[in-house]
């Protein structure tokens, strides 16, 4: 079974700076995808990054980038010039199948004016 | 389209009594997706449709939850004789199946329950 582990409970990061999060997963699969999903207080959840196993390119998405290292399962997100918008709970996932994406517990960003 | 909608946003109940809730995917999805949050933890999958279909169902899933998708269009997550274990969000998320697991989730706001 796949299981994505995020060890940061909580981290916090002062405004303008740069911020990463660590993810790692289990797979016996050569072929999947990688989520960076932000869930702010009392809202839904919004995909911000994804990232194709078979892609050596680390995705990038605006001040959002990911670097992604198949060997060692490891995919972190890190967030540039940090804003107070950026504040949420992030959860980093995975999916073969698209019928089962597997969470990690997520890791609470504060943001510091 | 707005997006994925969720009713309701909270409900209450009391042990034992029976709820339901509903999902309304993005109306071009076909597959829909049910997850289960509790306080500090990610979403844990439920079960998955594709269009009426239901295709898969976690063991978290037990005897006393049915959901169902009629007519491949919404969906309903019903519990019965609810636990206060069941208290949590309830989210709901859809996806284009055609458009392959890369293209993620689309959730809605969840619903959060609470037994007392």
């Known amino acids: 079974a796949q299981t994505v582990t995020q060890s940061q409970p909580e981290m916090s990061v002062q405004e303008a700076e740069t911020v990463t999060l660590s993810c790692t997963y289990d797979t016996s699969e050569s072929d999947y995808y990688l989520f960076w999903y932000k869930q702010p207080p009392s809202r839904q959840m919004i995909l911000v990054i994804r990232q194709e196993a078979y892609k050596q390119q680390n995705a990038t998405e605006n001040r959002f980038s990911v670097n992604f290292q198949k060997a060692a399962k490891s995919f972190s997100l890190k967030i540039s010039d940090s804003q107070l918008g950026d504040a949420a709970m992030y959860f980093c996932?995975?999916?073969?199948?698209?019928?089962?994406?597997?969470f990690g517990a997520g890791t609470r960003l504060t943001v510091k004016p | 389209d707005t997006g994925v909608s969720q009713d309701p946003r909270h409900k209450i109940t009391k042990r034992g009594q029976n709820v339901t809730f509903r999902c309304d995917p993005i109306?071009?999805?076909?597959?829909l997706y049910w997850y289960r949050q509790t306080l500090g933890q990610g979403p844990e999958f439920l079960t998955y449709f594709q269009n009426e279909a239901q295709l898969e169902k976690s063991r978290l899933l037990s005897d006393r939850f049915s959901a169902e998708r009629p007519k491949g269009s919404f969906s309903t997550l019903e519990i019965q004789r609810t636990e206060q274990g069941d208290s949590a969000m309830y989210l709901c998320a859809s996806s284009l199946g055609l458009g392959g697991p890369g293209y993620g989730y689309t959730f809605g706001s969840g619903t959060r329950l609470t037994v007392v």
């Open positions: 996932a995975y999916n073969k199948w698209s019928n089962d994406m597997r």
């Open positions: 109306s071009e999805h076909n597959r």
